[in-house]
């Protein structure tokens, strides 16, 4: 999958997740992104902390992931590091990131479906096996 300029990498994968019927499925990524949003989990708070960058390009240093299932719908769960013009990264849960140039995404899809379910204990949606 590649994404063009403009593009919102998770959105992207949940369409094709949904046009595709795809219930199981890892991937990795690297391209070039702005307005990426990242995330840390709290697990005391039961929350993600989320640190937003804006719209200078960052290089998509290496996402890697999978796409599930939660009630139904397709879901991604992410992880990303991205870099700055300083050569700084930044890692974390990805919740957002719009390619600036392109997104090249390599996806792996198998048979069945993966299962999220929402964990009261963590605040996170958990594999449910």
């Not at 697990?43 to 290089?59: D, V």
């Not at 870099?83 to 719009?98: I, N, P, S, T, W």
């Amino acid at each position: 999958m590649v994404l063009d300029v403009g593009d919102e990498m998770i959105a992207s994968l949940k369409k094709l997740a949904d046009a595709e019927r795809i219930g199981a499925a890892s991937f990795t990524a690297i391209g070039a992104v702005r307005e990426a949003v990242l995330g840390y989990i709290d697990l005391e708070a039961k929350t993600y902390l989320r640190r937003e960058f804006g719209p200078e390009s960052m290089e998509l240093v290496s996402a890697i992931g999978n796409l599930a299932r939660l009630d139904g719908a397709p879901v991604v769960h992410c992880h990303a590091t991205i870099g700055d013009r300083e050569m700084r990264v930044y890692g974390g849960h990805l919740f957002q990131a719009v390619a600036s140039l392109t997104v090249e995404i390599f996806l792996h899809v198998y048979d069945g479906e993966i299962i999220r379910r929402f964990d009261p204990n963590s605040g996170a949606n958990i594999i449910s096996l």
